[in-house]
């Protein structure tokens, strides 16, 4: 077992509970994605810019097929708010290509939105390693998924994705249906129609893509439409966390040179001040871009955390708390004479 992060957890593939290779290509043959299309029946004999022409178009198709699942999508991400307000964890399940998008997009909450590592858990099979390298068998072990939400304590108030293009991944599947059983609040992600993943979740999102260029080759269309998907839902469900602002990310964490220029720039514009002032501002506030924008508003640092406490973090009923004549912003006095209020 590794842990990348506090809490975080990566559950590694016991031995491989396998079905028999007739059963298993039985059901693989009726899978879109595994199937192969006529049109691509030649493609080793195209032009290379015929053969990326097609990929190209391939691309904004898988785009295209999320169209359909906008009301499922908002549904998912408003429930799954609702649910992670009380505390709990966000859990992504994943096995191959779909284990390594569901990582990549669980990473990114962390730098975008102030997401805790505490709250973010990965399951996926194989453990690490399969991130970099494939590991046999892995995605057939549905004990080990299982025992992955056994072993992370995964329950109510939790929200668990998983993603699987066929929808019948044996891992993945058995960790979704443990976790429901468990009580969390599941959303499952699958690139075919009618498959058991999307049939043992709360919330099942599909994204049909259809064949692939290359025949099982879901890092093509399946991948991006699986990318795109996480992006959207992830970024929803943080947009109803209240970690989005007028289209800025105001619980981003200012970790290097460029993201403490932004942090200024998003500060400044908020609270109307310069970015000299904002910079101070965020000095004062610890790098916490909410409580920045306050301070930059006029307040002391200690009353701008008291307030975003009262309102619960959401910085648009903090700012509508102050009201207009509850400090003097930099861009109120004039410029002159302003000073950032530190608790010192």
């Known amino acids: 077992m590794f842990h990348p992060g506090p809490q975080t957890l990566w559950k590694e593939a016991g031995p491989p509970v396998l079905r028999s290779a007739r059963e298993f290509g039985s059901e693989v043959r009726k899978l879109m994605t595994e199937n192969l299309s006529a049109r691509y029946a030649e493609l080793d004999r195209w032009s290379t810019a015929e053969a990326l022409d097609a990929m190209y178009e391939g691309q904004l198709s898988a785009v295209a097929a999320l169209g359909s699942q906008i009301a499922a999508l908002a549904e998912a991400a408003e429930a799954a708010a609702a649910v992670l307000k009380g505390g709990g964890r966000l859990v992504y399940v994943g096995a191959g290509t779909s284990g390594r998008i569901a990582v990549l997009d669980g990473v990114e909450l962390g730098p975008t939105f102030g997401w805790p590592n505490d709250r973010l858990v990965f ?22 998924g299982r025992s992955g939400v056994i072993d992370a304590a995964i329950g109510a108030g ?3 994705i998983g993603v699987a293009a066929s929808g019948t991944t044996p891992y993945t599947v058995a960790a979704l249906d443990a976790a429901a059983r468990e009580g969390a609040l599941t959303v499952g992600v699958a690139n075919n129609d009618g498959e058991r993943l999307l049939r043992c979740v709360g919330h099942p999102i599909l994204a049909a893509t259809g064949n692939e260029l290359l025949a099982g080759s879901t890092r093509m269309k399946a991948g991006t439409a699986q990318k795109a998907l996480l992006s959207m839902l992830s970024t929803a469900i943080m947009l109803r966390l209240d970690r989005v602002y007028k289209g800025q990310m105001v619980d981003m964490i200012v970790s290097n040179n460029k993201l403490r220029d932004r942090a200024e720039r998003i500060v400044s514009d908020i609270s109307g001040c310069t970015v000299d002032v904002a910079a101070e501002s965020l000095i004062a506030a610890g790098s916490n871009i909410k409580q920045a924008v306050l301070i930059a508003r006029g307040l ?3 009353d701008s955390r008291r307030l975003l406490e009262k309102a619960n973090g959401n910085l648009r009923r903090a700012l509508e708390e102050t009201g207009p004549g509850v400090g003097q912003s930099y861009a109120a006095s004039g410029g002159e004479n302003y000073n950032v209020q530190n608790d010192n």
């Open 123 to 144: 399951l996926v099979a194989g453990g690490p390693e399969a991130l970099t390298v494939s590991v046999e068998g892995a995605e057939d072990d549905a004990r080990a």
């Open 158 to 160: 939790d929200v668990v």
């Open 300 to 302: 002391s640092a200690a």
